[in-house]
């Protein structure tokens, strides 16, 4: 199974930041890794697919690179709405499907 | 409007079984793959199983292989997780999960429906 580990567990910072999540898989998976944002309540919502593609109607603040086993999703200046938990998932080496354990940005 | 409705849940004793439901609308059901993601409580995401669209193939994490089978009838548009022989380990809110024509990208996604396995 693939691991993906991300960090850091939490990220305290203002609106207006620069937010930087890591994703790192215990193998490679290409760039076939994608980032969900979730918000309390809510189910998760597609950001980034293939690692640096941006899903329908996401805003253009929301990037993300890497390829292979190291991943970053970087979120260019953080707006009020952007505070949530952000998980990663790979799907290259499957069954099973593997997700992140979270990242969760927290206002400062 | 395109939506997954999950229907199904409940609080069930250890060694019970649960059917659950995901309803579609709005989107060619026959035509996507389609999942169920699980998440306990103050947890992470867990992907569960997933089917093709003619119901062909299916894939199970381990932990539940033997005791739970997805299934789907296009014709309902719907989707079902049989689950047999529960755990306390299985509750969490199970999400009804679309695949995008990505495959294994996640791109539409249920509320959730609320499984408690306790006595």
């Known amino acids: 199974e693939t691991v993906l580990t991300q960090s850091p567990a939490t990220l305290s910072l203002s609106p207006g930041e620069r937010a930087t999540f890591s994703c790192r898989a215990s193998?490679?998976?290409?760039?076939?890794l994608a980032w969900y944002q979730q918000k309390p309540g809510q189910a998760p919502r597609l950001l980034i697919y293939?690692?640096?593609n941006r899903a329908t109607g996401i805003p253009a603040r929301f990037s993300g690179s890497g390829s292979g086993t190291d991943f970053t999703l970087t979120i260019s200046s953080l707006e009020p709405e952007d505070f949530a938990v952000y998980y990663c998932?790979?799907?290259?080496?499957?069954?099973?499907?593997?997700f992140g354990q979270g990242t969760r940005l927290e206002i400062k | 409007e395109v939506q997954l409705v999950e229907s199904g849940g409940d609080l069930v004793q250890p060694g019970g079984s649960l059917r659950l439901s995901c309803a579609a609308s709005?989107?060619?059901?026959?035509?996507?793959?389609m999942t169920w993601v699980r998440q306990a409580p103050g947890k992470g995401l867990e992907w569960v199983a997933n089917?093709?669209?003619?119901?062909?193939?299916?894939f199970y994490v381990d932990s539940v292989k033997g005791r739970f089978t997805i299934s789907r009838d296009n014709a309902k548009n719907s989707l079902y997780l049989q689950m047999n022989s529960l755990r306390a380990e299985d509750t969490a809110v199970y999400y009804c999960?679309?695949?995008?024509?990505?495959?294994?990208?996640?791109?539409?996604w249920g509320r959730g429906t609320l499984v408690t396995v306790s006595s």
């Open positions: 999960v679309r695949d995008s024509p990505l495959l294994l990208t996640y791109d539409l």
């Open positions: 709005g989107i060619t059901f026959g035509t996507y793959w």
């Open positions: 089917i093709e669209p003619d119901g062909s193939q299916r």
């Open positions: 193998e490679s998976v290409s760039t076939y």
């Open positions: 293939d690692a640096s």
């Open positions: 998932q790979q799907r290259s080496n499957w069954p099973p499907i593997t």
